[in-house]
């Protein structure tokens, strides 16, 4: 099993996780970890990112990475901050020559035939189907792993608590990518340990 894969199958749901502050780093992974998702996408869309992510990695059992990885000097970043895999929302021959010569796990962003092509020719088989639901939901995921049946995915944006069951149920789907189990603001830990638990029994 590649890494990327054994880091998928870790848990059914990956948060996505946008921290505008350093001090919420631990909380958040704390409870997250105790509810039982280990593996953290922290997103470079905020100023902190890089510090959170070096926070968080101090949390037992978390399994933290980069998402939001947009070219090859984000992906140096974020590695220098240790991240343990990097997530992207698209797919470029620049991005995904970087990152394989960089050994990390990698989950690029596919949203069609092209890109998962542009994927397999650089030996990737692992894709973040992005945006999911405004990319044709399920049916488009479908459609799109007839063809390419060596790939495997974690469908990212829109999803919810209650349609993540559907897209697991898809045997190809090894996990989805939820930014719904962590509100924004001030960290409240039990309310994010228990959406984990929720989040992390729906694969069951």
């Known amino acids: 099993m590649k890494p990327i894969e054994s880091i998928m199958r870790t848990a059914p749901v990956i948060p996505v996780l946008v921290v505008e502050d350093v001090d919420h780093a631990l909380p958040v992974a704390r409870a997250l970890v105790k509810g039982g998702l280990r593996v953290l996408e922290v997103t470079l869309r905020t100023p902190a990112a890089l510090d959170v992510i070096h ?57 069609s035939a092209g890109d998962i092509m542009r994927g397999l020719d650089l030996g990737l088989a692992h894709f973040k189907f992005f945006p999911a639901s405004t990319s044709g939901g399920l049916p488009a995921l479908k459609a799109l792993a007839a063809p390419f049946y060596q790939c495997k995915f974690c469908p990212t944006g829109g999803i919810t608590a209650a349609t993540a069951p559907e897209w697991l149920g898809f045997d190809p789907v ?19 340990e228990a959406a984990a638990r929720e989040a992390s029994a729906l694969g069951k």
């Open 55 to 111: 926070a968080m990695k101090a949390v037992e059992g978390a399994i933290v990475g980069a998402g939001t990885v947009t070219n090859p000097d984000e992906l140096k970043a974020a590695i220098d901050a240790g991240a343990e895999f990097i997530v992207s929302p698209g797919l470029t021959e620049n991005l995904g020559k970087a990152a394989v010569a960089s050994g990390i796990p990698f989950l690029p962003g596919i949203a």
């Open 174 to 192: 090894l996990c989805v990518g939820g930014s719904w189990v962590v509100g924004k603001g001030t960290p409240d830990e039990a309310a994010i």
